[in-house]
T-cell receptor
Framework: GAGVSQSPSNKVTEKGKDVELRCDPI?????LYWYRQSLGQGLEFLIY????????KSGLPSDRFSAERTGGSVSTLTIQRTQQEDSAVYLC??????????????FGPGTRLTVL | KQEVTQIPAALSVPEGENLVLNCSFT??????LQWFRQDPGKGLTSLLL?????REQTSGRLNASLDKSSGRSTLYIAASQPGDSATYLC???????????FGSGTKLNVKP
């Protein structure tokens, strides 16, 4: 079946502009995660959605970052007033959770954001 | 805060060698640990998932072990092939389920 998809695959923007990144998780996956991977760095957790519960936003680096998940499916990560240090690959992942069983994460291909 | 370290950062081996990648974590209160591979310009592909109650998992030429009390996991790759060349990442899921912490990866190059 279809995996996690993300769009756009590449985004180049000017400093100060707002950007929106989209993630379509695997159908039926209730958990959705956003990560950021800067050049040569490991993955940095940003935000976690689980079903209809309040998201865990503890990883968002500043109030310029926000995310929402509509209808428990598609998620949008928004970065306002982009800065050059926001340049990174933004990865989305989803997983199926049933009861107390937490399953493996499946990742999308990522969106490469470049802020000029 | 959980810290995950992977050693070595890079590894270059001739084809056919058996090799071990290491992952260590500072807080043993984990729910599970997952190994991934990442190919250049692409997302992560899940390789193995080990629950905290398990000691190891195997898939084909890959074997991952977990010693939760000592905060260590190893990924063993048997009979390495050039197609195994990629960056290998380990991630631990904390006990509160929400957060994953990733290591910075081991970049593997298998030479033909």
């Amino acid at each position: 079946g279809a995996g996690v998809s993300q769009s756009p695959s590449n985004k180049v923007t000017e400093k100060g502009k707002d950007v929106e990144l989209r993630c379509d998780p695997i159908s039926g996956h209730t958990a959705l995660y956003w990560y950021r991977q800067s050049l040569g760095q490991g993955l940095e957790f940003l935000i976690y959605f689980q079903g209809n519960s309040a998201p865990d936003k503890s990883g968002l680096p500043s109030d310029r970052f926000s995310a929402e998940r509509t209808g428990g499916s598609v998620s949008t990560l928004t970065i306002q007033r982009t800065q050059q240090e926001d340049s990174a690959v933004y990865l989305c992942a989803s997983s199926k959770q049933a009861g107390n069983s937490y399953n493996e994460q499946f990742f999308g291909p990522g969106t490469r954001l470049t802020v000029l | 805060k959980q810290e995950v370290t992977q050693i070595p950062a890079a590894l270059s081996v001739p084809e056919g060698e058996n090799l071990v990648l290491n992952c260590s974590f500072t807080d043993s209160a984990i729910y599970n640990l997952q190994w991934f591979r990442q190919d250049p310009g692409k997302g992560l592909t899940s390789l193995l998932l080990i629950q905290s109650s398990q000691r190891e998992q195997t898939s084909g030429r890959l074997n991952a072990s977990l010693d939760k009390s000592s905060g260590r996991s190893t990924l063993y790759i048997a009979a390495s092939q050039p197609g195994d060349s990629a960056t290998y990442l380990c991630a631990v899921r904390t006990d509160n389920f929400n957060k994953f912490y990733f290591g910075s990866g081991t970049k593997l190059n298998v030479k033909p």
